[in-house]
């Protein structure tokens, strides 16, 4: 008879126990997880997937207030693998970001699971980077709702004929196959800059016969454009420009421009509102 209520008490609870089992799991999947971040564009996602629980060492370029508890593991342009591996992480998340380009190979030969979700600075790279990391912290609804919304935003804006000049420094300006280059026609304009292939520096004729419309320099380079975007805009190749006459001369950051990020959308938005009449 006891046999029998016993047989009969775990045929109830059975059921019960394994779906507890199963909605648990997920859960202890995430919040067990001990990440590593190696690139500053991979910590923005995080960040955005509110997924910062997770992260226990994090490179030094990163200053989100909410990833501050992470321990620092170095600047991502020079990595090396030691200070990760002490963290003992289980997932390792970066980008073409990370230098060396070894430190995945060298993390993975330590028995570390690294992965380079963006590859290169393309647009299909960064958008299958959110819906990755938001699979790999267990969050991949949040990842495809914001991945969505990142491709909303690159579409590209009505042309708009006007000449846009994006320098890093005064001298370097973004040609051909560059992030620059991408975002001026996303915004509708003219690269002034097309003969130019990649970041490379623009001589003084250059400048004089680009004729821009729009000038955005590298804000922390302000200094070395003479101080001020009044006396960089009285310079000889400028000063006649529209760009200088109409005070469409600006600075952003320069990893507004010259790499994507969640806030690219807005940055092209930006470029497309300087070249509004």
């Known amino acids: 008879m ?46 955005a997937l509110q997924g910062e629980a997770t992260v226990i060492g994090k490179e030094s370029f990163t200053k989100a207030p909410t990833l501050a508890h ?10 090396t693998a030691e200070p990760i ?3 003992k992480p ?22 570390l699971v690294a992965v380079n979700v963006a590859p290169e600075d393309t647009p299909e790279d960064f958008f299958r980077a959110i819906l990755d990391i938001g699979r790999l912290l267990g969050k991949a609804e949040a990842g495809e709702a914001l991945a969505r919304q990142w ?3 690159m579409s590209a804006r009505r042309e708009n004929g006007k000449r846009y000049l994006l320098s890093y420094d005064g001298r370097y300006v973004a040609g051909r196959h560059t992030v620059g280059d991408l975002l ?16 490379k520096p623009l001589s003084r004729e250059g400048w004089l016969m680009a004729k821009p419309d729009v000038v955005v320099i590298a804000e922390h380079n302000l200094g070395v454009v003479g101080g001020s975007l009044a006396h960089f805009a009285a310079q000889p190749e400028l000063k006649n420009s529209r760009a200088a006459q109409n005070g469409k001369i600006v600075t952003l950051s320069a990893t507004k421009f010259l790499t994507l990020s969640l806030e690219t959308p807005h940055v092209v938005e930006t470029l497309r509102e300087l070249g509004a009449d």
């Not at 059921?15 to 995430?30: K, Q, S, T």
């Not at 289980?90 to 028995?111: C, F, R, T, W």
């Open 151 to 153: 491709r909303e935003g």
């Open 2 to 47: 006891k046999k029998g209520i016993l047989a009969a008490s775990l045929a109830f609870l059975l059921p019960i126990l394994l779906c507890f089992v199963f909605l648990a799991a997920p859960l202890r999947a995430e919040t067990s997880r001990r990440v590593v971040i190696l690139s500053p564009d991979v910590a923005e996602i995080v960040v």
């Open 70 to 79: 992470a321990k620092n593991i170095g600047l991502f342009r020079n990595l």
């Open 184 to 199: 001026i026609r996303l915004a509708g304009g003219i690269n002034a800059a097309a003969d130019v292939e990649g970041l």
């Open 85 to 87: 591996v002490a963290l």
């Open 90 to 111: 289980d997932l390792v998340l970066g980008s073409y970001m990370a230098h060396p380009a070894s430190i995945y190979a060298q993390l993975e030969k330590s028995g």
